[in-house]
C-alpha cells in the first residue's frame, strides 16, 4: 500500500563517511551532491541501508513472492518446503506474529497498557525499531493519531507487515501437522489509515532518522539479536527527542550467532542504566518479569521471562 510519513529522512551513506546529515528527497536520493546516492524500493518498501553488503545482497534474502494482501501471503506461506530457510524464516516470524498479534491480550497491547498508554506526552511520531510484522507498530497507530515507522532489517517481514496494514488482516504462518506451513488470519485492531505507518528496511546500527526526531522510541525485541547492542541502544536513544520516551523490552538472553559474546551486555540494572544516562536517558519505570510466550506449535512453547525498560530522555543528544 502507499503509505509514505511526512517524517523526513536521511542518508545512512553520508552519515555514516562523515557525520553530515543530508535528507533524503524526492526517490530516496541523497540531496548531497558530492554523494546523490539513490536508495532502492523493492516491491514497495524504501531500503534506505547501508551497512551490510549491497542491494543486491539484501534483495537476495526477500522472498520472491506476491504479498499485495493477506491472501498472497497465504498462498506464498503454503508453498513452502518443508525446513527450508524460508520455511523456518516463516515459523520464526508466525511465533513472534502470534505474540504480537493474538487476541485478547497481545503482548504488545500489554506492553502498551503497561508503559505507553499513561505517558504524559502527546506521542505524534513514533519509530518502532526491529519491528518485524509489525505488531506493536500497529498497536501504537491505534492508540495515536501520530505518524510511525516502522523499521527493520528484514524485507520479508516488512512485506508481511505491510500487507497486513494494507489490509487489515494478517496472515501468520503455524505450523499445523508438524512439518507444514499454513497461515492463520486474524484482523488487526483498526482500519488502516493512509500515510500513518511507514516501512523501511534499515539497519538500527545505522538508522536512516533525524537524531532527537521522535517522541516514542521502542525497541521489542531487538536489542538481544543486534550484532553490537551498545550501538543499537545508542542510536536508539539518539532518536529520542528531550522530554521523549524509549521503551525497551528483551529477556537480555543473548546467543552467539546474532551476537558476538564479546558484545554481550551484563543483565544487570547498574549496566543498563549507566549506559542509558550515558547516552542522555533516565529510566523511570521497569518490570523485570515481564512474560510471554513464543508458540513453535500449539504443543509446544517457550516463555521468556524479560526486562522491559522506559527511559525518558533529559538532556539532548550529542
Ligand atoms: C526477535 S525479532 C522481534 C521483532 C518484533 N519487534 C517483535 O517483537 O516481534 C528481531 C527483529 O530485529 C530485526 N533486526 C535484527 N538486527 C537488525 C538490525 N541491525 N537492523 C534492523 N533490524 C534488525 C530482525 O530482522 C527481526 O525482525
Ligand atoms: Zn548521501
Redesign the pocket.
Known amino acids: 500500500m502507499e503509505a509514505s510519513t511526512s517524517i523526513a529522512l536521511i542518508c545512512p551513506r553520508c552519515r555514516a563517511a562523515d557525520r553530515a546529515f543530508p535528507l533524503l528527497v524526492d526517490e530516496l536520493t541523497c540531496s548531497n551532491l558530492d554523494c546523490g546516492h539513490a536508495y532502492p524500493t523493492l516491491a514497495g518498501t524504501d531500503i534506505p541501508f547501508v551497512?551490510v553488503g549491497s542491494f543486491e545482497d539484501y534483495a537476495a534474502l526477500d522472498a520472491e513472492a506476491s504479498f499485495s494482501d493477506a491472501d498472497g501471503v497465504a498462498v506464498w506461506i503454503e508453498t513452502l518446503e518443508t525446513a527450508s530457510p524460508e520455511w523456518e524464516l516463516a515459523l520464526r516470524i508466525g511465533m513472534?506474529?502470534t505474540?504480537?498479534y493474538e487476541k485478547p491480550r497481545s503482548?504488545a497491547s500489554r506492553l502498551y497498557d503497561r508503559f505507553i498508554a499513561d505517558l504524559p506526552i502527546e506521542i505524534q511520531s513514533a519509530v518502532?525499531?526491529?519491528?518485524?510484522?509489525g505488531?506493536?507498530s500497529v498497536e501504537l497507530a491505534s492508540h495515536n493519531e501520530c505518524e510511525v515507522i516502522g523499521?527493520?532489517?528484514?524485507g520479508l517481514?516488512l512485506r508481511m507487515a505491510d500487507a497486513a496494514w494494507a489490509g487489515g488482516t494478517i496472515a501468520i504462518p503455524e505450523l499445523y501437522d508438524g512439518v507444514r506451513l499454513r497461515a492463520r488470519s486474524t484482523g488487526l485492531p483498526l482500519p488502516a489509515r493512509a500515510g500513518q505507518v511507514r516501512w523501511l528496511a534499515?539497519?538500527?546500527?545505522n538508522p536512516p532518522l533525524m537524531a532527537h526526531g521522535f517522541d516514542l522510541v521502542s525497541?521489542?525485541?531487538?536489542i538481544d539479536?543486534?550484532?553490537a547492542p551498545t550501538i543499537?541502544l545508542r542510536q536508539a536513544a539518539a532518536l529520542v527527542r528531550p522530554g521523549g520516551y524509549l521503551l525497551l523490552a528483551q529477556p537480555d538472553a543473548w546467543n552467539r550467532p546474532?551476537t558476538d559474546p564479546e558484545h554481550w551486555l551484563p543483565s544487570n540494572h547498574a549496566t543498563w542504566d549507566n549506559l542509558l544516562h550515558e547516552f542522555g536517558l533516565e529510566t523511570v519505570d521497569r518490570d523485570d518479569g515481564f512474560t510471554w510466550e513464543l508458540a513453535r506449535t500449539p504443543r509446544y512453547r517457550f516463555q521468556y521471562t524479560s526486562h522491559a525498560r522506559l527511559a525518558r530522555r533529559i538532556t539532548p543528544a550529542s
Open positions: 551497512a513472534y506474529a505474540a504480537h503482548l518502532d525499531l526491529g519491528c518485524g510484522v505488531g506493536f523499521l527493520d532489517a528484514s517481514s534499515a539497519d538500527v546500527h525497541a521489542i525485541n531487538l539479536t543486534a550484532a543499537a546474532a
